[in-house]
């Protein structure tokens, strides 16, 4: 999705082209961009055998969604469980607890 928001329209071909060593084949991203499409992520335009890709989504939307998902699938919805997972996974130090915090804080003030 990324490289198709930056790109706003490819190929299969300009997608690998974009990615990360070692490339995957061709396969897996033609099967990949098959499923975002068949979830109404992305469409196609045919040109003959060619199909040029473009997002349907913007990536804000998209983001929203991935983290709703993660949200309910591995945090029960609990932001308090996230929050201790990254503290943990992260090792945040005092620093970035009390920046947690302060944007807390932040956040609570507005909605008085």
Do not use: C
């Amino acid at each position: 999705m990324q490289i198709l928001w930056q790109l706003n329209e490819a190929i299969v071909k300009d997608i690998i082209e974009k990615m990360n060593e070692p490339k995957p084949a061709y396969n897996t991203v033609s099967t990949v961009v098959r499923v975002l499409e068949g979830k109404g992520f992305i469409d196609h335009k045919a040109y003959g055998n060619s199909h040029v890709y473009f997002p349907l989504i913007t990536e804000a939307d998209y983001r929203k969604f991935t983290f709703d998902k993660m949200m309910t699938g591995y945090f029960s919805n609990s932001y308090k469980s996230l929050v201790s997972f990254i503290a943990d996974e992260k090792k945040l130090g005092v620093k970035e607890l009390d920046e947690l915090t302060r944007l807390i804080d932040e956040l609570k003030s507005k909605q008085q």
